[in-house]
């Protein structure tokens, strides 16, 4: 059960970590806004560190954490460039999908099947994830961009990547020490990219650093949830939870910025739902 309420509070709080960073990349570019929230992540994370007095790990946890930093990072960079080139109709919902559905396949072949309410639940869930993250026309949009699916992949599959390898940094029970790891590799990839281009590193509004701290400490909340979640039960389980964070995105923007849902994102939420009862029967 713990597994069950850690895996839906991972996807709320990167759902509205997802959202002010929508906020903050309206305002200050991407990428600017992921460099400036990863720096402030991994400050917070100091603080959780300097208070919980969690020990520091060996060098394997160290670089799988670091490892998995990078390859989340790139699966993000791949999915923002998928995004400018206007196949964000495409490019949310393939990604999203590939990355709660790679996790599930490890964790049937390491654990075994889950019971069969939880198994037909992952269908839910991943249906789920697939309606939400479209708009009213995404189904149309994919089938017209059967060639374009290359980056969405391989962004999922970097995001899945992320979840694997977290999973397998943290089961000796370290937490936030992975975390800071994580977000390092991740910092300096950025960084690494935003210099190979010349990318300025300037933020011109002002109000932007508001939003993208809220933004940084709501997706450090997102991964230490999702790790508490693998920790306390299954990783197809954590995952796949986790992975239904668009739901709380959509919501957010239909409440605060009076974002009109559509029929596809309705039928999402309703499946997420039916998902989560499902898990926890």
């Excluded at 930093?69 to 949310?92: D, E, N, P």
Aim: hydrophobic share 55%; proline share 2%; charged share 10%.
């Amino acid at each position: 059960m713990l597994s069950i309420l850690f895996g839906l509070t991972a996807a709320l709080s990167w759902g509205a970590g997802d959202f002010t960073g929508g906020l903050a990349s309206r305002k200050t570019g991407a990428y600017r806004a992921v460099l400036y929230s990863e720096v402030i992540g991994v400050a917070f994370l100091f603080i959780i560190v300097g208070i919980s007095g969690e020990s520091f790990p060996n060098l394997k946890i160290w670089l799988l954490s670091m490892t998995a930093g990078v390859v989340g990072t790139i699966g993000l960079m791949i999915l923002y460039h998928a995004m400018t080139r206007g196949l964000m109709s495409v490019a949310t919902p393939v990604s999203a999908l590939l990355a709660a559905a790679i996790p599930v396949l490890i964790g049937a072949f390491r654990e075994g099947l889950p019971d069969a309410a939880t198994f037909i639940g992952f269908g839910f869930a991943l249906f789920a994830v697939w309606m939400i993250s479209q708009s009213a026309g995404g189904v149309t949009d994919i089938l017209a961009h059967l060639s374009d699916l290359k980056l969405p992949l391989l962004a999922g599959i970097g995001f899945g990547l992320y979840f694997i390898l977290m999973h397998e940094a943290t089961s000796t029970g370290a937490t936030v020490w992975p975390m800071v790891a994580s977000r390092s590799g991740g910092t300096v990839l950025i960084v690494l990219y935003m210099l190979f281009t010349h990318t300025s590193w300037k933020v011109e509004d002002k109000s932007a650093w508001s939003v993208i701290t809220l933004n940084g400490i709501l997706d450090v909340g997102g991964n230490i949830f999702f790790i508490l979640a693998g920790q306390a039960g299954r990783l197809d389980v954590a995952a796949v939870l986790s992975s239904l964070f668009p739901g709380a995105t959509v919501v957010l923007a239909w409440i605060f910025l009076k974002e009109r849902l559509s029929r596809n994102q309705w039928i999402g939420i309703a499946a997420a739902l039916a998902a989560i009862v499902l898990m926890t029967i």
